[in-house]
């Protein structure tokens, strides 16, 4: 099994930034790829981007050019760089691990853009 804790969240004005940090541990060989998610209020869970184990990336086309995916694979943890922060960028993002067979989630952290 896959244990995912994310973290780096917090409060930011409007156009700062903000690295989320995903770490993996436990089974952790047979991932396929890892995502981040995100849910803002009343809203349903959105893919935001994806990173696949050969390295390939994938942004929404609503954060292309302001948010980066990447990892570290010494440290076994996936990062989201958010820049240029919108309003409507608040949600409570998660990050997830793929396998053939199943999906894992973390717990979430928190993201407000607010001046």
């Known amino acids: 099994q896959v244990q995912l804790v994310e973290s780096g969240g917090g409060l930011v004005q409007p156009g700062g930034s903000l690295r989320l940090s995903c770490a993996a541990s436990?089974?952790?060989?047979?991932?396929?790829?890892m995502d981040w998610y995100r849910q803002a209020p009343g809203k349903q869970r959105e893919l935001v981007a994806t990173?696949?184990?050969?390295?390939?990336?994938w942004v929404v086309d609503s954060v292309k050019g302001r948010f980066t995916i990447s990892r570290d694979n010494a440290k076994n943890t996936v990062y989201l760089q958010m820049n240029s922060l919108r309003p409507e960028d608040t949600a409570v993002y998660y990050c997830?691990?793929?396998?053939?067979?199943?999906?894992?989630w973390g717990l979430g952290t928190q993201v407000t853009v607010s001046s």
């Open positions: 997830s691990a793929r396998t053939i067979s199943n999906k894992t």
């Open positions: 436990g089974v952790i060989f047979n991932i396929e790829a």
């Open positions: 990173i696949t184990s050969g390295g390939s990336t």
